[in-house]
């Protein structure tokens, strides 16, 4: 049961223009969402959270948008670099599950020049 | 953002052979670490929850007898694999936060059993 979904495996931009990355959730009880981006062979690195009282985060380039009612969010990036190019995971968690995370299948971005 | 740490970053061993992993909050201290795993095009896999002074909780489906867990202090969990397959090859990841919201993940370990 894959509670959190990325369905678009891959997704290629070009420089300075916006990517969008989505995630969809099933499970109505996760109240903390989390974007991360993740290099091949290391650990992933932190970008940027949510909560569920909240619709909208923004972190300079970054900002997440939450829809509960759709229970959809996504991450936009503007504008997008070549040094963004690395795979984006979102994540959910509960707030009594202790911080467990459960995590969506990536997204490849490739930000071309 | 915290820092988190592992080693060792690869290891390469014999089938059979039992290889421990530690995770280090380096800056500051966490009660709760989580250890996952990721094969190559595939997502970060929750293994388990490692507690500071009790037993870990495991995810269904992983073994506790094989993925040993201890979280001997408030800046230290280790993953021991024990008897090591083959199919034990991949990239284990632990994670830990200071507030239970955000983890931080170490740069992971890449595990290669011949």
């Known amino acids: 049961d894959q509670q959190v979904k990325q369905n678009s495996p891959s997704l290629s931009v070009q420089e300075g223009r916006i990517s969008i990355l989505n995630c969809d959730y099933t499970?109505?009880?996760?109240?903390?969402f989390l974007w991360y981006k993740k290099y091949p062979a290391e650990g992933p690195t932190f970008l940027i959270s949510?909560?569920?009282?909240?619709d909208k985060n923004e972190d300079g380039r970054f900002t997440v948008f939450l829809n509960k009612s759709a229970k959809h969010l996504s991450l936009h990036i503007v504008p997008s670099q070549p040094g963004d190019s690395a795979v984006y995971f979102c994540?959910?968690?509960?707030?009594?599950?202790?911080?467990?995370?459960?995590f969506g299948q990536g997204t490849e971005l490739s930000v071309k020049p | 953002g915290a820092v988190v740490s592992q080693h060792p970053s690869w290891v390469i061993c014999k089938s059979g052979t039992s290889v421990k992993i530690e995770c280090r909050s380096l800056?500051?201290?966490?009660?709760?670490m989580f250890w996952y795993r990721q094969f190559p095009k595939q997502s970060l896999m929750l293994m388990a929850t490692?507690?500071?002074?009790?037993?870990?909780?495991?995810e269904q489906g992983v073994e506790k007898d094989k993925f040993l867990i201890n979280h001997a202090s408030l800046t230290l969990s280790t993953l021991t694999v024990t008897s090591a397959h083959p199919e034990d090859s991949s990239f284990y990841i632990c994670?830990?936060?200071?507030?239970?919201?955000?983890?931080?993940f170490g740069p992971g370990t890449r595990l290669l059993v011949l």
């Open positions: 994670s830990a936060g200071r507030q239970l919201e955000t983890q931080y």
């Open positions: 499970n109505s009880m996760f109240d903390y």
């Open positions: 949510i909560s569920s009282i909240k």
């Open positions: 994540a959910a968690s509960r707030g009594n599950q202790g911080g467990k995370l459960i």
């Open positions: 800056d500051f201290q966490a009660t709760t």
């Open positions: 490692s507690n500071e002074g009790s037993k870990a909780t495991y």
